[in-house]
C-alpha cells in the first residue's frame, strides 16, 4: 500500500468544516454563509469527521428498526391505549412530547442531508481537482458510506430525495426519486469505491477508525452492502455472484463496527450512559427478547442483560406488578418476567414517570455490546447513586462496539437466500457459531466479573445442534420462526435488518402483541420529518402515510401483514 502517512485516531471529534447550521431547514443547504470556502477546505479534514456522522446515522436508524421489532422495548403511554400506538410513536413531529421516535428519525435525515452529504459533495470536487489522485482514499470511503447510508433511507422510507438535494440554486423544491432508482445509484456509488480501491491508494493523513486503511477490508465492505441490498431485492443471482467471488465479509475479522473506548459518549443514544452514568435506567429492556433467551437458555443472555436483582419487586419499587394488563395480554409478560428480569411489553410505558424511581432494580444493558457489566449472580445496583455506588466504574466501563456489519448477519442473509433447507440450516449454524464466540469475547472487557458462571464450551456446542436440530425437524412458520428468532437475537445492538427482514418475510410470528389492543397497521415505512413536509411542496403533494410499502415489499398490506402486530 502506497501508505505517505496514516494517523489511525479512534474517536476523532474534527469540526466538520462544511458544517451547517442546526436552524434550518434539512434540504435547503446547498448555499450557507457558515460554508468554508472550497478552496481552504482540505479533504482529510472533511472526511475525519464524516464516520461520527455515519455511525449517528446507523444507530438511529438501528434503534428505529430495533424498538419496531421488539430488540428494544418501545415505549407508550398508557393514558392513550386504543389511540394507535404506532402513530404515536411513529409520528413525524420533532417534539419528544408528541413522540418517543420522531427526534430520532428527524436526527437521522439530518445527518445524511445536512452534516454528510454537503461534506461528501466537497471531497469530490476536492479529490476531482487533485491530478495525483491523491484523495481516492477518502473519496471510495464517503462513497460506501453514502450508499449505505441512501439506501437505509429507502429500506425505511421508500421514496426519498436524492438526485436533486443540496442542490437549491437550481432545485428550489427537490423532487423525491423511486427507491429503486436510488438502490440503483448505490450500486453505483458502491461499484465506483471499489474500482478506487483496487488501485492501491494512497492513505494520505486518513483516519481510518474502521480498518486503518485497509483497502481489501472496505472492498468487503462495499460488496456486502450491495449483498444487503440484493437479499432485500430477492435478488438471487446477483446475490450468489458476490458469494462466488469470496470478496465479502466471511469472517469475523472483517466486521464493521464502531469501538467505543468509554472515555467518552460518541453517540448521542449511548445506551451505556443511559443505564450506568444516570440515577436511574432510562430505557427498559424488551421482555420479548428477554423472555425468549430465558426459555431457550440462550448462551449469550447474561452478556446482553445484568440483572441488579433477583428478589420479587414490591409495588413500591415497581408499581406495574400491581396492574391489570388488557384482556388480549393476559399470559403476556409485561412487567417481570422473573429471576430479576423486569423490563416493559412492546408498546408500554405504564407507571413510568418522573417520581417512580425503579432504576436501581431493573434490567440493564450488559457487557455486550454496550459495555456494562456480565450477569455473574452478583445482583447489584450498579446505576450512578445506585445502591452500591458504582456508577461509572461498573463492569466494562463502556468499552462496546456499535455493530454495523457483522460476518454473522451475513450468514443469516445466505440462510435467507439459500435454496434448500439443509443449505440454510448449514447458514444458521455458521451464523450462530459466529454470534456467541463475538459476543463471549466482551466477558474479558468486565474486569470484575465472575466468568465462572460463562456457558463453556461444551454447552455452546450443544445449544448450537439443539436449534439446528429443531430447525431441521420442524415445518412451515415453525420452522421459520425458529430461523428468524435466532437471526433477531444475534442482531442485538443494531436492529436495521430485523425491520428488514419483518416486512421481507413475516417472521417471527411469535413476536408478543403490542401493549394497545388497537395499535394500528405495523408501519411498513416511516412519515418524512414535518419541517420537509411543510417546506418542500414536492414532499407535501405524496401525502405519506405509514402503510405505504417500499418498493421491495411486495407482501399483502398492513393490517393483515405482518401478523404479530
Sequence with gaps: MKNILIKNIFGSFLTLFLMFSCETTELDLSQNPNRLPLENADPRALLNGLPDVYIDFIDRMGEIGSRSTRLFSMSGNSSTINSGIYSDFFSNSSDPDATLSGEDLLNAWNAYYRDFLPNMIAIEELALKNESNVYDFHLAIVKIMKAHMASVLVDYYGD???TEANNLLKYQFPKLDKGEDVYNECFTLLNEAVTLLETDPFTVNLDDR?????????IKLANTLKLRMYKNMGNTSAFNAIIASGK??????????????GANDRIPGDKFSQDYRSQNSRDYKSNWLMRTMVDLNDPRLRYYFYRQTNANPEETELPCVTITPPSHYVGYDYCVIGNGYIGRAHGSDVFRGDEITDGDIVTMYGVYPYGGRFDDDSFESVGEGGINGEGTDSGAKGVGIIPIVLASDVDFWRGQMASSVSDKANFLRAGLEKSITKVQSFGANDATADLSLAPNATAITNYIDQVVANYLSASGNAQENIYAVQYFISMYGNGLESYNYYRKTGYPTSLTPSWDPTPGPFPRSFLYPSSEVLNNPSIAEVNKKLTDQVFWDTNPASPAFPIAN
Design 160 to 162: 426519498i430525495v436524492y
Design 210 to 218: 474502521f480498518y486503518d486503511g485497509d483497502a481489501t477490508k472496505w
Design 248 to 261: 465479502f465479509i466471511a469472517t469475523s475479522a472483517d466486521d464493521m463496527v464502531d469501538l467505543n473506548t
